[in-house]
């Protein structure tokens, strides 16, 4: 076993007061010390159901130790853990409809999961994933505290997504984490009365944790969130446009070239629209996530069945990263969460800077915050074809030079370039890298 001694017994506990979790060396491990939690988890994970559960949604799992004192676990790792507000509002039903099914297989075994919100489930490529095995136990019964949790956590943000007037407050309401004006509002009985009565009445199956489960499914698939409209950046690419087998432009073959000799494990595609090159650096073996802020292209990565499992897809807006949260704000921000060894930041500095007015030190902030080993970046010049169609006024440090000044403490490397200069477009791509 990796783990020795002294690492296990000064592993903290958090809110999970029956195991510990230990990263070390990019992979988890839980250390589990009660008797009889080891005794349940150890029939369960040797049960021959245990491949259903898998399929259902359950993190991979192997025992590795096991001895009177404790029983240690390794889950399989996943690349990035995502809040509940950078999921769209399909990938939040995606995750409920996940997290209720695996509740459903947990059951036919005697056990079911301790908790019911969100923050115990993330995206693993397009599948959502349960990974706090701490919180499984024996069960026969569906408590009310279960049921609340999953009612205020999940089914409120449903609800709110599955109609028109209201889908805009799902992802706010998501946003609040576990307190917040939403949270507070939607707990007055007078609210749950008038628009929550059928929801509420599932409670009534709790006894019934089979018949409980399916009435939770029917009524997630009565309310599917409402389908996003194609917005202005949807047909950006095209299918035919997706062959990332073979870079065709100066772009995609610069991009390739830095990916083929970097080989990253972890890649952060930011305005990754619909995944070209976030497909592109999966195909080479890493794990991917595809950030954008329009929800339409998000889905269409997440619904897409021909392309790599290994692109994880998230909803959320590059000037808007999530803080950390909770207490000693344990859960970690945007930037620690998605650090990945490369940053691909391309077609997007000149929106940022020019059309949103962001300062350009503040752009060069936030991708260095999530890159480790180096940033492909896509300069537009004040001088392309299509920003000079805007008629915006041009930041004045808005400069190649500028750009490798404020990246220059961390990312001091920027030799390999390439510039494409035709039909009056005007780029430049740059690698800025900590080594040559």
Same mark, same amino acid.
């Given at each position: 076993?990796?783990?020795?001694?002294?690492?296990?017994?000064?592993?903290?506990?958090?809110?999970?007061?029956?195991?510990?979790?230990?990263?070390?060396?990019?992979?988890? +491990?839980?250390?589990? *010390?009660?008797?009889?939690?080891?005794? $349940?988890?150890?029939?369960?994970?040797? $049960?021959?159901?245990?491949?259903?559960?898998?399929?259902?949604?359950?993190?991979?799992?192997?025992?590795? +130790?096991?001895?009177? *004192? /404790?029983?240690?676990? *390794?889950?399989?790792?996943?690349?990035?853990?995502?809040?509940?507000?950078? /999921?769209?509002?399909?990938?939040?039903?995606?995750?409920?409809?996940?997290?209720?099914?695996?509740?459903?297989?947990? /059951?036919?075994?005697?056990?079911?999961?301790?908790?019911?919100?969100?923050?115990?489930?993330?995206?693993?490529?397009?599948?959502?994933?349960?990974? $706090?095995?701490?919180?499984?136990?024996?069960?026969?019964?569906?408590?009310?505290?279960?049921?609340?949790?999953?009612? /205020?956590?999940?089914?409120?943000?449903?609800?709110?997504?599955?109609?028109?007037?209201?889908?805009?407050?799902?992802?706010?309401?998501?946003?609040?984490?576990k307190i917040g004006f939403g949270r507070t509002l939607f707990k007055s009985k007078k609210i749950e009365d008038i628009f929550f009565r059928r929801s509420r009445s599932i409670s009534k199956f709790r006894s019934n944790p089979e018949t409980f489960f399916k009435e939770l499914l029917d009524w997630l698939e009565s309310h599917k969130p409402i389908k996003p409209l194609p917005k202005y950046w949807s047909n950006y690419y095209q299918p035919s446009g997706m062959d990332f087998k073979i870079p065709k432009t100066i772009k995609e073959k610069f991009v390739y070239k830095i990916l083929k000799n970097e080989m990253p494990e972890n890649v952060l595609d930011l305005a990754s629209n619909k995944g070209y090159f976030a497909y592109l650096a999966a195909s080479m073996g890493a794990n991917v996530l595809a950030m954008d802020y329009e929800d339409e292209v998000v889905d269409s990565i997440l619904e897409a069945n021909d392309f790599s499992a290994k692109v994880t897809p998230v909803h959320m807006n590059f000037n808007e990263p999530t803080p950390s949260l909770g207490p000693a704000l344990a859960w970690g921000n945007s930037f620690q969460r998605f650090s990945s060894d490369i940053v691909i930041a391309i077609g997007l500095i000149h929106h940022i800077c020019i059309t949103q007015q962001i300062p350009v030190f503040l752009f060069c902030q936030t991708i260095m915050k999530y890159a480790e080993k180096g940033i492909i970046l896509e300069f537009v010049d004040p001088e392309d074809k299509h920003v000079k169609s805007w008629k915006k006024s041009i930041p004045k440090d808005y400069d190649i030079e500028t750009i490798k000044y404020f990246l220059k403490n961390k990312f001091p490397n920027s030799k390999i370039k390439e510039t494409s200069k035709e039909d009056g477009v005007n780029r430049t791509f740059i690698y800025f890298s900590k080594n040559l």
């Open positions: 076993m990796c783990l020795n001694k002294e690492e296990i017994n000064n592993a903290p506990y958090l809110f999970d007061i029956s195991s510990r979790i230990i990263l070390k060396n990019n992979k988890v +491990y839980r250390i589990i *010390e009660n008797k009889e939690k080891i005794f $349940d988890l150890k029939s369960l994970l040797e $049960d021959k159901i245990l491949k259903n559960l898998y399929d259902a949604g359950l993190v991979n799992s192997e025992i590795i +130790y096991n001895d009177k *004192e /404790y029983m240690v676990v *390794e889950h399989e790792t996943i690349p990035f853990i995502l809040h509940p507000c950078e /999921y769209t509002d399909l990938m939040f039903w995606k995750a409920a409809k996940m997290f209720v099914n695996l509740n459903l297989e947990l /059951y036919k075994s005697g056990f079911i999961t301790h908790d019911s919100h969100p923050w115990n489930i993330s995206f693993f490529g397009k599948k959502p994933v349960f990974y $706090d095995l701490g919180s499984i136990l024996r069960g026969n019964e569906v408590s009310m505290g279960w049921f609340n949790e999953f009612f /205020y956590f999940f089914m409120v943000p449903i609800t709110l997504a599955s109609k028109k007037r209201t889908r805009k407050f799902s992802k706010e309401y998501r946003r609040e984490h």
